[in-house]
């Protein structure tokens, strides 16, 4: 089905078509690793999933999914820093290395980021690359050669400058987000890794290093640059050397459009000669009580928070979808308990349609036109801009005029092949008879049992007492027995 998505740099809803072959390259700005990553970071991230699998299921084609992690930035350096209250036990011990302490501190939360989207339902499998920043400093320096060549970039005391003014001669800057030009002060520059559109000015690309931060070396046309890069020429590089330049889509929160992703578009063209690409979706907030989640607000929650509150993660996820990504979302416990309900009315269902006699319905024979109705209109929905709040709502009224006893078996084969379907985009329900599933404990849980259970092996019992902690905090009792455990959910 062909997939219509809006695209901000069209600022309208347009036919999306791969530029080669059946492969959708799509690129997502990926987590930064100074901390947990809370539930509205979640929700870009869960919108990029819902994009997709809604390309690989809806649409058809197959996706080659880049996310990147972010572990050089202004907040990892300043987390890291020998004496930071942000250090945890867990990562080790801090030491004079400064790199040392940057990757403990970012490879910790990165691991933390994979055990959390894993629980959300976010599938490895479907990533072809996640990047580390660190990986492609190499390719940080080679672009901003290039741009410094090329006369839009200049260097000053070691760092080195985007020169918008220059750029304005060659292309439109502002692309993705209006900026006002006339507060617009050529020559003044900013080194922080965000800033506000009144804010907008030479941009670094390269920050000359500071005293007790970690640093690369770096010359540059015969001047010492000792440094690291700027959070925007990150995306550009890793971009560009996983996928390919122009690829298909590019994904992040608003938030991202300045200056994260003007700023790359500036810098790819003037460097590449290429845009990233040509569809770039965006996702709206997450909001409490009116104000974006954020950890500066401190309004926030980690997925770790809502499990060890014995909140089910695919509520979580269901929670997401249950509005249209383009639209702000008001996180509230209230909504969370009926986004529960919501999700247990349809799993109810799909374990209905169970019956004795279901026999082989996953061959999807039996599929008559009742499901296929079905199936046209929620897909249809779907391929309306990831339209999930409609989709969900066909779904509700078939169930609620369809009750599965007045189902043939036909009809009950067909929607259960239906839900299998649906539930590779959506992700959130079992499609398994109701016995089977009476608890299920995600991989990571059992993989830190079976540690603990080792550790008890070991006589090691401070690590047993900490891997019973990490089990709780994702909402899981473990029992032990001899040579054995048992997992209960809290
Ligand atoms: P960060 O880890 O800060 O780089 O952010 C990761 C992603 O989360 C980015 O795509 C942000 O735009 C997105 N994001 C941050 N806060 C929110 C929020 N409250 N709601 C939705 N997306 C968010
Ligand atoms: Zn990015």
């Known amino acids: 089905m062909l997939i219509h998505l809006y695209n901000s740099l069209e600022k309208k809803v347009a036919p999306f078509a791969p530029l080669q072959g059946n492969t959708v390259r799509m690129y997502s700005c990926g987590p930064t690793v100074y901390n947990y990553a809370h539930i509205g970071n979640m929700r870009a991230f869960l919108f990029a ?23 050089i930035d202004d907040k990892t350096i300043r987390d890291s820093a020998v004496g930071s209250q942000a250090w945890l036990p867990d990562m080790g011990s ?23 989207i894993s629980i959300l339902g976010i599938d490895k499998n479907h990533f072809l690359a996640m990047p580390k920043a660190t990986d492609f400093v190499w390719g940080m320096q080679e672009l901003i050669k290039i741009i410094v060549d090329k006369g839009i970039a200049y260097i000053s005391e070691g760092s080195v400058y985007f020169n918008v003014t220059e750029w304005r001669k060659q292309d439109f800057y502002g692309k993705l987000f209006k900026i006002d ?14 800033y506000e559109r009144e804010q907008a000015s030479d941009f670094a690309l390269w920050k000359t290093k500071k005293e ?14 000792d440094g690291r890069p700027g959070w925007h020429i990150e995306c550009s590089v890793m971009e560009k050397e996983l996928l390919g330049l122009p690829f298909d889509i590019h994904t992040g929160g608003v938030d991202l459009k300045f200056p994260h992703h003007e700023d790359e578009i500036a810098q790819s063209k003037a460097g590449y ?30 997925v770790r928070d809502l499990l060890a509150k014995g909140i089910d993660p695919l509520d979580i996820r269901y929670l997401m979808f249950s509005s249209h990504y383009s639209s ?41 036109k009742k499901v296929l109705d079905l199936k046209d209109k929620v897909f249809s929905e ?22 599965v006893k007045e189902l043939n078996l036909g009809e009950k084969a067909g929607l259960l092949y239906f839900f299998k379907e649906l539930n590779g985009v959506f ?64």
């Not at 030009?181 to 965000?194: V, Y």
């Not at 398994?432 to 079976?450: F, G, M, S, T, Y």
């Open 49 to 71: 999933d819902l994009l997709q699998r809604a390309l690989r299921v809806v649409g058809g084609y197959d996706v080659d999914w880049v996310m990147n992690i972010t572990n």
């Open 94 to 116: 801090q030491s004079g290395d400064l790199m040392d302490n940057l990757m403990k501190l970012t490879n910790f939360y990165e691991k933390s980021f994979l055990d959390d």
């Open 328 to 368: 702000v979302l008001n996180f509230t416990f209230d909504g969370l308990a009926a986004t529960h309900k919501a999700r247990q009315r349809v799993q109810d269902y799909i374990y209905d349609l169970f019956g004795a006699d279901i026999g082989n319905w996953e061959s999807g024979i039996g599929t008559g």
């Open 382 to 403: 779907l391929a309306n801009d990831l339209h999930t709040p409609m989709a969900l709502g066909a779904i509700f009224s078939f169930i609620n005029n369809n009750p």
């Open 427 to 490: 992700a959130v329900w079992e499609i398994a008879e109701r016995k089977a599933v009476a608890l299920q404990i995600p991989q990571n849980v059992i993989e830190l049992a079976d540690k603990r259970l080792q550790a008890r092996r070991d006589k090691n019992f401070a690590m047993s007492d900490t891997l019973r902690d990490e089990i709780k905090s994702f909402g899981f009792i473990i029992k032990d027995a001899k040579d054995s455990y048992s997992l209960e959910k809290m």
């Open 181 to 194: 030009f006339d507060n617009f002060k050529p020559g003044t520059r900013i080194d922080s890794d965000q």
């Open 212 to 225: 007790n931060e970690p640093y690369w070396e770096f010359e540059l046309n015969g001047q010492k640059c």
């Open 273 to 302: 000669g290429i845009e990233p690409t040509a569809f770039w979706c965006h996702n709206e907030f997450l909001e409490v009580e009116g104000e974006k989640m954020s950890k500066s607000l401190g309004n926030f929650f980690t």
